[in-house]
């Protein structure tokens, strides 16, 4: 739903303002747009004179952070990034218009700013009242790279609820799904991180000058920070994954045991019934064999002994390294 909200504001306080227009040449104004219409844009362009540009970037809800220093006034796209659900990232682009004692957001009606910065001017914060207006639009900025914390609270939550998962549980291909969409996540809030802080580090070098750049600063270091965890969460869902692998290659390898214990059981017992099953050999009169049935056991050792062999000429078994390996075993046990 579409909302418009002014905010006058000097040294000696705050005050609401949905109609009207300063009474002071002091005051400063902060108008607040959720979901702008066309007309919305329109009258505020003429009213403010803003660049033409970049109110077609705001039309196309362009989402890429960026700073535009024009003639009468600065443009930003800042990012409102947050979770829908674990496995949905939700980004949505505030826009920014910073004048001579005015300020102008612009952002859709799911992204709310204006009631926790007016909380900062009410309460938290009196200094900004006192300050120019680029003091309120850093502090605008500091709050929105703020709740990207958030963020990697949620993604670090998740990799380790899926590190615990993955040894206490069986593990399934919804699993590592899951995790790889975590790890997309991340990469797509890396990249949004490192555009965030090229944009405030060409502003930081532009308005150097502002007495208010403190303001700033934390911002930038803020999002510094974030930028080395989400590359540090990166490395932790890659060891995760070995992880994961690890205990796949675990339970296959006992489920392979299981078996060859079954088959190592099975194998003589089929043998046993095979030689005695063989027609011509009565098991009631053992004191007459047939010759047949040296034929087919000296044709059993034959096959037996090539198949040996050949296994060995391929280095499957009875290998120089696998001898060198023993070797080392007994000298070292003898030491």
Not at 232 to 253: E, F, H, K, M, P
């Amino acid at each position: 739903m579409r909302a418009k909200q002014n905010i006058y504001y000097n040294s000696k306080g705050i005050k609401n303002e949905q109609v009207g227009s300063s009474d002071s040449e002091n005051d400063k104004l902060w108008i607040d747009i959720s979901d702008p219409s066309p007309e919305d844009l329109q009258s505020i362009s003429k009213e403010y004179d803003l660049d033409e540009d970049s109110l077609r970037l705001v039309g196309q809800k362009t989402k890429r952070p960026q700073i535009r220093m024009l003639n009468n006034h600065i443009f930003s796209i800042i990012l409102d990034i947050r979770f829908k659900t674990i496995k949905q990232l939700l980004i949505e682009g505030i826009y920014i218009y910073v004048g001579q004692n005015w300020i102008i957001t612009l952002h859709s009606a799911e992204v709310n700013i204006f009631s926790t910065i007016k909380d900062i001017l009410e309460k938290k914060n009196t200094k900004l009242l006192v300050s120019n207006i680029n003091a309120l639009y850093y502090t605008i900025i500091d709050e929105i790279i703020s709740r990207y914390e958030q963020l990697l609270t949620a993604i670090e939550l998740t990799i380790t609820d899926f590190e615990q998962k993955s040894l206490y549980k069986k593990p399934s291909k919804n699993m590592l799904n899951y995790l790889d969409i975590v790890a997309k996540q991340t990469i797509v809030m890396r990249r949004h991180f490192w555009y965030t802080r090229d944009a405030i580090n060409f502003l930081t070098h532009m308005q150097n000058q502002d007495n208010e750049i403190r303001y700033l600063q934390i911002a930038y270091d803020d999002i510094g920070q974030l930028i080395e965890l989400v590359e540090s969460y990166g490395d932790t869902i890659n060891s995760t994954r070995d992880l994961y692998i690890a205990n796949i290659s675990l339970q296959l390898n006992d489920t392979m045991r299981i078996l060859t214990v079954f088959s190592v059981i099975i194998l003589p017992l089929t043998l046993i019934v095979g030689i005695y099953g063989m027609n011509g050999l009565d098991v009631t009169k053992l004191s007459y064999i047939p010759q047949g049935l040296f034929i087919v056991l000296v044709t059993m050792a034959l096959i037996s002994t090539l198949l040996l062999i050949f296994f060995k000429h391929k280095q499957w078994i009875f290998t120089k390294e696998d001898m060198y390996n023993n070797s080392n075993t007994s000298s070292t046990s003898k030491d």
